[in-house]
């Protein structure tokens, strides 16, 4: 097994190894591995010490900055409040200076009084209950062992932790699913009591001790389950639950909240009584010692469990789960279910190289809670284009909210000056269309993302506070708003995003000039020198010292583009971005450019419609093959070609570019696949596998540029068989797919 060791941030620390309940369902006491009954009934002072020496120097070795340490039994609270004290003073002491305890306590609830509740509070130790709903189906299997019911001690431990002194320390209701329970009422009952979080578990079982199924439906559980979701969604969603928050989570590209559903490594170990380190505590389940490990707290380090073939089993995503299940679409929500529940002690398999023994309940979870919330789930921007455009605006406006807040002492007068003159200008109809017309600019973005960078230290933020004007200066001609901006040049020259670059002084010289818009135009007085420079420009026109960026006209009702040869953020290509062109050049490629957009008019009218007004901006690129274009670290809208290319080359390079660029923009605003796999597919038209992350930008180009050419769409619809059968996909990238689907 490869891959680094993944140390443990959660221990499960047994205090005690008996209860006073008899649950039928218990896998402790009567499941198949019954080694609770040579251990001693309480930790002793040598084990608590040791295993928060152990865990405290597990901590340190891997600059862990928290760890959750669970008590747990049996029934810890039967260990007593002073054993508990001192459990809690030695972790408390062992993790000083090294790392975050976060202290749980799980527990059945009939022993729980003000006086444990008060030591909690000392120590911060948030207690979990195990409920299994309202009083019928707790009692169906949480009974002490003369057949009384517990439901009534359960209910007083809750109302004690609902209190205002003790609220703090509620963690939440763990219930173990019966599917002879009412759904409904199980989770009005628990919902009632106002929990910060509720778990629904599926009963231990494995292939050789499956669950009952009273009906012989083999997704009884799934049907249950969905139930209760239904129930769930109609009431508002009253409480968190972790098992819907998961499966909600993974559809769209999320990690799994849970180690019973999807593929995240484990890092949890469990201490025993006597100080043995064992594997997650369910395998009791499974067959007898199938938890051990040999070590123990006396003379093992945690790194020694973390190495043990059983733990690195759990730790190999989608490698450790069987090859029906790597194969299968939901895999990333259901991780193959619950590592004990794919034990069979038969069979050609190794003993847990199978599916759950839940696996038709899971498949049938996880596509039932897809299919009630897909248009929910699916984002905006993929199901509309017009969506994306707004998306793409809200990220860039998001960016620079963050930039404001992150800026924070270093900025200054000079920014709060600008911030406040942002403010001003977005105030009237006029100066919100230009500052959105600015923040629109696809290298807007490329400076926000390096100005976040630049922000960190004193320097950085001033020189991002002397840039953040040219915007403003922009926005206000654009606007034609009568606001002077003060503007930092340098190298004798003012760019204003998105128009154009004013020459206003010598080469190598730094200073500051006041830019106001006028009717036509804009002013621009340079300071320092007793404003002897003064320059009216219309920003359309080239004027004395003044070049305009130049708009590239295209045949027909369409905007046309922004040839941005000048903007300096415009090198954010893996290539060098050109040199700004000359007349005779800039002249050329608009006619090359003016036939390209007839050609694809002529063979594709459609996608002339879709890039109209979304591919804004064109920059030349040097070393860039003439057909080939380039997306960089931008905003949406912007393309990098080469200058060089025939009509037919910056056709084709139009139409791939605008599907990269689009698909990289839908990519910054939907989740529209995992990336947190190792999943590898073949592609119709290349040998060697390939991510999905390639197959699907490939597919994508590959269907624009088959109007062109219709080789480029053989291999496609298998491609997109492939696609819509991979485990990585979203509810948001099954839309695409669909979407797809209707364009072929």
Not at 292 to 308: L, N
Not at 601 to 607: D, T
Request: proline content about 7%.
């Amino acid at each position: 097994m490869t891959g680094p060791l993944v140390p443990f941030r959660e221990i499960v620390l047994k205090v005690h190894s008996r209860c006073d309940l008899a649950c039928d369902h218990c896998y402790v006491y009567e499941h198949a591995d019954q080694s609770w009954r040579t251990r001693p009934k309480a930790i002793s002072d040598d084990v608590i010490f040791r295993t928060a020496q152990r865990l405290a120097e597990h901590a340190r070795t891997h600059a862990l900055p928290s760890v959750s340490v669970i008590l747990h039994g049996g029934e810890p609270l039967l260990a007593g409040p002073a054993r508990l004290r001192r459990v809690c003073e030695e972790l408390t002491s062992a993790f000083e200076g090294i790392a975050e305890l976060d202290l749980r306590i799980h527990t059945n609830g009939t022993q729980l009084s003000p006086r444990y509740l008060d030591l909690f509070d000392e120590f911060g130790v948030r207690v979990g209950i195990s409920l299994d709903g309202d009083r019928a189906a707790n009692d169906r299997h949480r009974r002490y062992a003369d057949g009384r019911s517990s439901h009534p001690l359960v209910l007083k431990a809750v109302e004690l932790l609902r209190q205002e002194r003790y609220r703090h320390l509620y963690l939440g209701l763990l219930c173990t699913v019966d599917i002879q329970n009412d759904p409904r009422a199980v989770l009005d009952a628990l919902a009632e009591l106002d929990p910060p979080l509720v778990d629904f578990l599926l009963p231990h079982a494995t292939w050789d001790d499956p669950p009952p199924r009273p009906d012989g439906s083999p997704t009884a559980y799934a049907d249950w389950l969905l139930a209760v979701f239904d129930h769930w969604q109609e009431r508002g969603r009253p409480v968190p639950v972790r098992l819907f928050s998961s499966v909600l989570s993974t559809l769209s590209g999320g990690p799994s909240l849970t180690e019973s559903l999807g593929l995240a490594p484990t890092d949890l170990v469990v201490v025993e009584t006597d100080g043995q380190l064992e594997q997650v505590d369910s395998l009791k389940s499974a067959y007898e010692g199938a938890a051990a490990t040999g070590f123990d707290v006396f003379t093992h380090a945690f790194d020694e469990v973390a190495a043990h073939p059983g733990v690195r089993a759990r730790q190999l995503g989608l490698a450790g789960v069987s090859e029906t299940c790597r194969r299968c679409p939901v895999v990333r929500s259901c991780g193959g279910g619950l590592y004990t529940h794919r034990y069979r002690s038969t069979g050609p398999s190794g003993a847990f190289d199978n599916p759950s023994v839940y696996c038709a309940d899971l498949a049938a979870l996880v596509r039932g809670i897809e299919a009630r919330t897909a248009a929910a789930l699916v984002a905006p921007a993929v199901a509309e284009p017009d969506e994306l455009l707004a998306a793409q605006q809200d990220l860039t406006r998001t960016l620079l909210a963050r930039l404001n807040a992150d800026i924070g002492r270093y900025g200054g007068e000079r920014w709060a000056a600008a911030w406040e003159l942002a403010t001003t200008i977005e105030a009237s109809e006029e100066g919100a269309r230009g500052l959105a017309e600015v923040l629109a600019h696809p290298y807007t973005r490329t400076w926000l993302l390096d100005a976040m960078e630049l922000v960190e230290d004193r320097p950085g933020a001033v020189q991002v506070a002397r840039r953040i004007p040219a915007y403003l200066a922009s926005a206000v001609v654009r606007a034609g708003l009568d606001l002077p901006v003060r503007v930092t040049f340098w190298g004798g020259r003012i760019f204003l995003p998105g128009l154009g670059e004013l020459r206003i002084a010598g080469a190598g010289e730094r200073g500051t000039a006041l830019v106001r818009a006028t009717g036509d135009g804009f002013l621009v007085r340079r300071e320092g020198d007793g404003g002897a420079e003064r320059r009216i420009v219309r920003p359309q026109e080239a004027g004395p010292g003044w070049r305009p960026l130049r708009r590239l006209a295209t045949p027909g009702p369409t905007p046309g583009f922004v040839l941005d040869d000048l903007d300096p953020y415009r090198k954010c290509f893996a290539v060098r971005a050109a040199d700004a062109l000359d007349d005779r050049a800039a002249a050329g490629l608009e006619a090359r450019i003016g036939e390209a957009w007839t050609l694809i008019g002529a063979k594709a009218p459609g996608r002339t419609r879709e890039m109209a007004g979304r591919l804004t901006t064109l920059t030349p690129l040097t070393g860039l093959a003439p057909a080939e274009p380039a997306v960089g670290q931008h905003g949406f809208g912007a393309l990098g070609i080469s200058p060089d290319g025939s009509a037919e080359e910056l056709a084709f390079a139009l139409l791939r570019g605008f599907r990269r660029a689009e698909l990289r923009a839908l990519r910054d605003v939907a989740d529209l696949y995992a990336a947190d796999g190792s999943w590898e597919h073949r592609m119709p038209w290349r040998e060697e596998p390939v991510p999905f992350s390639r197959l699907l930008a490939e597919t994508y180009e590959r269907m624009a540029l088959g109007a062109f050419d219709p080789h480029f769409l053989e291999g496609v619809p298998q491609a997109l068989d492939t696609l819509e059968g991979a485990a990585e996909l979203t509810t948001s990238g099954k839309q695409l797919l669909d979407q797809m689907r209707k364009e072929i």
